[in-house]
């Protein structure tokens, strides 16, 4: 996987960004990504040591259901709204009304922050199945584990 580094502390600003991940590190372990990730981003610099990333990042990922765990597709589409400030400030800052992501400046990876929101984002339960369906799925069940029902209910 390829990363994409920029230096934060030079250039000019806007900087935008139009580009499509096939996959990002730290995706794992919410399921496999279906299509490409797609980001528009926009960075502007709000002050000396704050950024501002806004945009768009969507992303279809294919993810067990928790409940009868069959694949399901979960389909995101981000608006990003997001703070950048250089790491050495993560334990100064206070909480400020910006969500911030902390990062290196000089070696800022694009990859990291789109990976970041999108975990953030990620729904924590994933369930295809209503809760109807599933009282269903265990009545069913519940009558298949009882083979001699039959006989049972001829004696009563």
């Known amino acids: 996987m390829k990363h994409t580094l920029l230096n ?9 960004l139009d580009k499509k991940f096939k996959d990002l590190h730290g995706l794992e372990d ?9 980001v528009k981003l926009i960075i502007e ?9 806004k945009g768009n990042i969507s992303v279809a990922i294919e993810a067990d259901c928790q409940t009868c765990f069959k694949k399901t597709l979960i389909k995101l ?4 709204d997001v703070g950048i400030k ?7 800052d206070k909480k400020e009304p910006l969500e911030i992501h902390y990062q290196d400046l000089e ?8 990976s970041e929101e999108i975990y953030l984002n990620f729904p924590s339960i994933v369930t295809c199945c209503t809760i109807e369906s599933n009282e269903k799925l265990e ?3 519940f009558n298949k584990i009882r083979p001699f029902q039959k006989i049972r ?3 009563k």
Do not use: M, W
């Open 107 to 114: 070696n800022f990876n694009i990859n990291d922050l789109v």
């Open 139 to 141: 009545e069913k069940s």
């Open 153 to 155: 209910d001829l004696i």
């Open 86 to 92: 250089d790491i050495k400030y993560e334990n100064v």
């Open 8 to 16: 934060l502390n030079e250039g000019s600003f806007p900087i935008k």
């Open 30 to 38: 919410l399921g496999q990504v279906k299509d490409h990730i797609i």
């Open 45 to 53: 610099k709000f002050s000396r040591v704050l950024f501002l990333a």
């Open 77 to 80: 589409s981000l608006e990003t």
